[in-house]
């Protein structure tokens, strides 16, 4: 099975495409009567109960292989398992059957994330935990398993999880290494440069392209073309940004890291993780490193899966996402790279937890027979 999701702000347009669909067919709800809008009236009823969501709405589409059929009856028992698994069998949900698609058959559930009692169901890490349902539920009514479509790598690891991380693709490591002299031509430019022409005379003297944005006849944005690859400010950092060039800029002494500060940036144009999760994750680093200042950033990552694993904390799985590695692979070959390779650093770091716990339970049992 391929599971899709989304949250959203309201429900009215996704009732609206699921049950008016031609050819869909009404599989279950609970407690609902009336049209859509009369649904809608009550989804939202309850989900005011809770002032702090933001977006009430899940939005969950549940994909066959092609060519698999599922009866109405076993599509009932699935998705009611499948929410249950997910923590919403407390809940609102409408489950609805698309027979668009012959050879592609696929069920939608829309269920609010605001319990009966007003209390709402923790999302955090709810894609991976998805994935990892649904795997499950493919065993349980035997149906064909689809890899998931963030899982790009091989099914098995090396043994040595530790050290043997799954590597980014080769085009990546070229890019990053790209960034890295880019970062420096960028500061030795700075050095002598007093405003943004002079910055950019400079880097094209020593071949890079500049490229400012324009919006309404009013530069926004910055752009660099260096070796035969494009870089956006913001991709080597908040203090490449233009606003955080300005900072530099206008303020000779002031480091990149001070003008990273500095660069009027809105926290919220990063990709759907709170700035808690970005501060979490550098607690998290300076908390690893402090046991070992020799660690590369990728075991670095690898030990902070280990915390999260081992401490079932989900936030520290979440911060994660911050990692320089995930980002980089996020900006250049999107977010199902980007999470396969995270998945793979969470599934090393488990599998070397229950290795360590094996081998924990064997020393005890031969205490115990000495």
Known sequence: ??????????????????????????????????????INKQLQTVARRSAKVQRPMMHFAISLAPGERLKDHQWRSLGNDYLECMGYDQNQYVLVKHTDTPNHEHVHIIVNRVRWSGTTVNDSWDYYRSQQVVRELEEQYRLLSVRASW???????????????????????????????????????????SDVGGLIAQLEARTVQVKLTHRQQKAVGIAFDFEGEHFTGRQLGKGYSLPGLL?????????????????????????????????????????????????????????????????KKPDAARALVYSPDVQRLKQEQGEAVAMGYLRKLMQAAQRQLMEMQQQRRERQAELERD
Request: hydrophobic share 40%; charged share 25%; net charge neutral.
């Open 1 to 38: 099975m391929i599971i899709n999701q989304f949250k959203g702000r309201a429900f009215s347009r996704s009732l609206a495409y699921v049950i008016h669909k031609p050819g869909a067919r009404f599989l279950g709800c609970n407690v609902f009567y009336g049209d859509v809008e009369d």
């Open 151 to 193: 899982d790009p790598f091989t099914e098995r690891l090396p043994q040595d999880e530790a050290l043997q991380l799954p590597d980014l693709p080769t085009r990546i490591q070229r890019r990053m290494g790209l960034q890295d002299q880019l970062r420096s031509e960028v500061n030795q430019a700075l050095a002598t440069s």
């Open 247 to 311: 900072a530099a800029l206008e303020k000779p002494g002031l480091s990149l890291n001070e003008a990273d500060k500095e660069a009027k940036v809105d926290d919220a144009q990063l990709p759907n993780e709170p700035p808690f999760y970005r501060r979490y994750y550098l607690e998290l680093v300076e908390q690893v490193r402090g046991r070992g200042a020799n660690r590369t950033q990728r075991q670095v990552d690898f030990q902070i899966a280990a915390i999260a694993v081992m401490s």
